[in-house]
């Protein structure tokens, strides 16, 4: 019986066999001996477009050789969980992977993100067996030669990997403490896959859709404007292939909030950028936004569709299938549409010439992006104040969803100045505001929801092909709609009044402070 004990070191490989250079590290009380033959394996690292299983401290590989073809789960702790599974095609979801622990502990981390492949390499695999004097084998070595696909690559140094048999991890301890004092076996400092991402020349966690750019308080207010747009656009950018290839949903998510906060930028901050620059922007912008809408509105709906259709009381899951079919055969035609316009020669032509004129000289005076962070940071909090002040219980919801645009301008500017100020008082105040955020996008999210709902049981109509059941299990489903939107227009009051309150608003003041008039 194997015991997860993993140790990993790296070979000096001096030309002497590895075997040989373990012996000599271990001896004399132990002794090694092959176990089986080497086998040639190709390598695939596995994870989501944003790392989603390297930040978790996961690392998903999948070994193809005679005979084998498992996808191996390790842990930081070392835990391991194996699967075996032929013919799968990537990217695809966690739930592609054959019912089991594996995919159980996969989708609670990837949830919609599509696991896509990171790295790979070829591997020659050999197995040895750790001897004690009464010849027991206590432990297991993995020496693993690894080389980058492709000509020309260099190999890699050997990895050796040891692992316990139950009831001798003392003697184990003991192996580990000899490698680790042999002059030609080292401990490995970085694990496989970030040992052949640096042998690329990648890094791991390339991908953040967050806006992780460094400003100074007393650079040009030009300058750091430049700054965050252009980073919105490197995300915009990088999201547009995947978005294409419909590889999962979130890619278009990203880019569509990379869209709306350059045209909240643009908005909000556009007039320290270079004269006429805004103006010729701000139209591209909406229209790229507009095209990206009727997709993720139908995504919106899919994603949460099993927890809509699970909570009918009247109807049934199967009387609800039609107005499902009818969501994917909308999203077929709007994906077709979507991808055309990102291939478009307007898309091409306007990412090209914003970039140009974000990558234009600023002048070295002026206001600077602590009294730009201030001055808008300030104006656009007495907005949401003032505006959601007047808000009465009587007040119609168009009050609510302009007030909704508001915060979402504030929340875009803290997040663009978020490097000037305090991380903990910055925090503290995102997230007094993202109580109110919450409630006002749940109210205007389910008032659209509503209306929709109506819009495509007309459209089912209108192709005389719904059954009247399926219309009832979506009147039903308007009807829960209709009873959040009731809860988060009750619930207002208190998420403003916490917003507005002495402590949230004395936070916004300290990020405000001390700028300048």
């Known amino acids: 019986m194997v015991e997860a004990f993993p140790h990993d070191f790296v070979l000096a490989g001096d030309g002497r066999p590895l075997a040989d250079v373990v012996q000599a590290a271990i001896a004399p009380r132990y002794t090694v001996a092959p176990s089986g033959r080497p086998r040639a394996l190709r ?18 590989r999948h070994s193809v050789g005679p005979r084998v073809s498992d996808y191996t789960l390790t842990g930081d702790d070392g835990e391991q969980i194996t699967a075996e599974a032929k ?21 609670p981390v990837t949830w919609v993100r599509a696991l896509l492949p990171t790295a790979r390499a070829s591997a020659v695999v050999r197995q040895l067996r750790v ?29 050796l990997s040891v692992t316990a048999v139950r009831g001798y991890r003392a003697q184990t301890s003991r192996i580990i403490r000899c490698l680790t004092a042999a002059a030609d076996v080292t401990p490995a400092l970085l694990s496989p896959l970030d040992s052949v991402l640096a042998a690329a020349g990648r890094q791991p966690c390339g991908y953040s859709s967050k806006i992780d750019v460094k400003l100074t308080a007393a650079m040009p207010a ?3 404007m430049q700054k965050v747009l252009l980073r919105l656009l490197g995300t915009l950018e990088a999201n547009v292939p995947g978005t294409v290839r419909d590889i999962d949903t979130e890619f278009l998510h990203d880019l569509r909030v990379a869209v709306r906060r350059t045209r909240s930028g643009i908005k909000m901050c556009g007039d320290v950028l270079a004269a006429g620059t805004a103006e010729a922007f701000r139209g591209e912008f909406k229209w790229l936004g507009d095209v990206t809408t009727p997709i993720r509105d139908l995504d919106v709906y899919l994603l949460g569709y099993d927890g809509m259709a699970a909570g009918l009381l009247s109807a049934t899951p199967a009387e609800l299938a039609p107005f499902h079919h009818y969501l994917c055969q909308r999203r077929e035609i709007e994906q077709r549409a979507l991808a055309r316009a990102l291939r478009s020669r307007r898309f091409l032509d306007m ?28 104006r656009a909090d007495r907005q949401v104040l003032r505006r959601g002040a007047a808000i009465t219980q009587d007040s119609p919801p168009e009050s609510l969803h302009d007030l909704r645009k508001r915060c979402k301008e504030l929340r875009y500017l ?24 919450d409630c006002l996008g749940e109210y205007q999210d389910c008032q659209v929801q509503q209306h929709e709902i109506r819009m495509f049981a007309e459209q089912m109509m209108a192709q005389r092909t719904v059954p009247a059941t399926a219309l009832l299990a979506m009147g039903e489903l308007a009807g829960q709609i209709a ?32 700028s300048g008039p």
């Open 351 to 378: 990412t090209r010439a914003w970039r140009g004129a974000l990558a234009a000289p600023a002048p070295r005076r002026g206001m600077t992006a602590a009294r730009l962070a201030a001055e808008r940071i300030r």
């Open 87 to 107: 013919g799968l095609r990537w990217p695809a979801l966690a739930d592609a992977l054959p019912p089991g622990p594996l995919r159980d502990r996969l989708q």
């Open 414 to 437: 803290l997040e663009f100045f978020a490097s000037l100020h305090d991380p903990a008082i910055h925090q503290q105040a995102v997230r007094d505001l993202k109580g109110l955020q």
């Open 222 to 224: 030009r300058s750091a």
């Open 131 to 159: 001897l004690n004097a009464d010849d027991k084998t206590i432990a297991w070595l993995t020496v693993n030669e690894m080389s980058l696909p492709g000509p020309g690559t260099n190999g890699l140094p050997s990895r």
């Open 43 to 60: 390598l695939t690292w596995l994870d989501t477009f944003d790392w989603r299983l390297h930040h978790a401290g996961l690392t998903l």
């Open 483 to 514: 009873r959040r939107e009731r809860r988060a227009r009750r619930e207002f009051a208190g998420r403003f009044a916490d917003f507005a309150s002495a402590g949230s608003q004395r936070r916004f003041r300290a990020l405000t402070s001390g």
